[in-house]
C-alpha cells in the first residue's frame, strides 16, 4: 500500500505564490512517475506536472508552463510543486499521484495512487 500526502495549500492573491508538498510513504518503488492534478468545481481532473523519480524528466501543462516548477527530494520521498505568478483560474484541488514504472504518464487513469488534495484558492 502506498500513502500520499499533500500540504501547502491556502488562498492567496493574484500573483502570489504557493509551494506544495507531497510526502511518499508506504510501499516503495524504484522508479515511478509522481504527477500533479488538479480540479477545479464542476471541471475534470487536468494534468498539471509529472517528474520521475529517477532522472528527474519533467513535463507540464501548457498552461502552467513558466509558471509552476515540480522538483523531488527522494532522501524525503517528497514531490513539491512551486506555483509562482498564480491566476485565479489556478483555483482547484489539487492532487499529487504516483505511478510505478518508467512511463511518464499524463492521464489521471494512468496513476495507481493519489492522495486526498489541498484546495488552492487564488483571490481577484
Known amino acids: 500500500q502506498v500513502q500520499l500526502v499533500e500540504s501547502g495549500g491556502g488562498l492567496v492573491q493574484v500573483g502570489g505564490s504557493l509551494r506544495l508538498s507531497c510526502v511518499v510513504s508506504?510501499?516503495?518503488?524504484?522508479?515511478?512517475?509522481m504527477g500533479w492534478f488538479r480540479q477545479a468545481p464542476g471541471k475534470e481532473r487536468e494534468f498539471v506536472a509529472v517528474?520521475?523519480?529517477?532522472?528527474?524528466?519533467?513535463d507540464y501543462a501548457d498552461s502552467v508552463k513558466g509558471r509552476f516548477t515540480i522538483s523531488r527530494d527522494n532522501a524525503k520521498n517528497t514531490v513539491y510543486l512551486q506555483m509562482d505568478s498564480l491566476k485565479p483560474e489556478d483555483t482547484a484541488v489539487y492532487y499529487c499521484?504516483?505511478?510505478?514504472?518508467?512511463?511518464?504518464?499524463?492521464?489521471?487513469?494512468?496513476?495507481?495512487?493519489w492522495g486526498q488534495g489541498t484546495q488552492v484558492t487564488v483571490s481577484p
Open positions: 499521484a504516483v505511478r510505478p514504472g518508467i512511463i511518464k504518464p499524463t492521464m489521471s487513469s494512468d496513476y495507481d495512487y
Open positions: 517528474l520521475m523519480r529517477s532522472g528527474g524528466s519533467v
Open positions: 508506504g510501499r516503495t518503488f524504484s522508479t515511478y512517475a
